[in-house]
């Protein structure tokens, strides 16, 4: 009875492990992309979520605001960001889960927000400034060929203030730049014994980032 039951649990075994070669090798990234994908729709929600509390909190004084913002949006992005990765190796036990799934958030959510805040400024500011050159080149050179020097002067001054007013304005807050960062330390942390390029693939991510941040600064950031 034994003998059976030993060979019925091979038997089992054996037709798992086959079943398992026939899956393509590729449907084990599928959950880390949709985990990916639910991280940053779940972080729009809860950043939204987190300012409608603060804001009908009534503090009284503007360091408890910042202190609530700051407590909100750490909290309800450690749970969001760092849940999988304990399910993966607390409930699963699976240490090759983790790792995929630390590589594939890692590299799919930093480089998809991103790129996203690269070219969507770019875009979008770049065309609006490209609007208002449009609007003032035909003034511009008639100022330039009448030789009025004073009515030059006030054109391009008018031009520069309509291209502020196009540009982003700064943000209220650093707490959400901060908070990107400590997830990126959080990372790195708790999880780099299954993901070692972590702390690496963090540097260039965060020269991504400086690069965006001097793209923003230099050429579409409002000066307040």
Do not use: C
Not at 121 to 149: G, N
Not at 153 to 168: G, N, P, R, V, W
Not at 191 to 206: E, G, H, I, V, W
């Amino acid at each position: 009875m034994m003998q059976w039951l030993n060979w019925t649990v091979a038997k089992a075994d054996a037709e798992t492990d086959d079943e398992a070669a026939k899956t393509p090798s590729y449907y084990r990234y599928i959950p880390a992309v949709v985990n990916s994908i639910l991280i940053i729709v779940f972080g729009l929600i809860y950043k939204r979520l987190s300012d409608f509390l603060v804001l009908n909190e009534n503090h009284r004084y503007t360091a408890d605001f910042e202190n609530s913002t700051i407590n909100k949006a750490y909290m309800f992005a450690f749970v969001n960001t760092y849940i999988s990765n304990f399910v993966a190796i607390i409930y699963n036990q699976n240490f090759a889960s983790l790792t995929i799934n630390l590589a594939i958030v890692m590299v799919f959510k930093q480089l998809f927000i991103n790129s996203i805040e690269f070219f969507y400024e770019r875009y979008t500011v770049s065309k609006k400034l490209r609007k208002v050159d449009e609007l003032f080149v035909d003034r511009i050179e008639m100022a330039k060929l009448a030789e009025d020097q004073v009515h030059l002067a006030d054109l391009e001054m008018h031009k520069e203030i309509e291209k502020q007013l196009m540009m982003t304005p700064s943000a209220k807050s650093l707490t959400p730049f901060y908070n990107e960062a400590f997830m990126q330390i959080g990372f790195i942390a708790f999880f780099a014994t299954a993901f070692p390029f972590a702390p690496l693939f963090s540097f260039f991510t965060n020269l991504l980032e400086i690069e965006i941040k001097l793209q923003h600064i230099g050429s579409f950031g409002r000066r307040n």
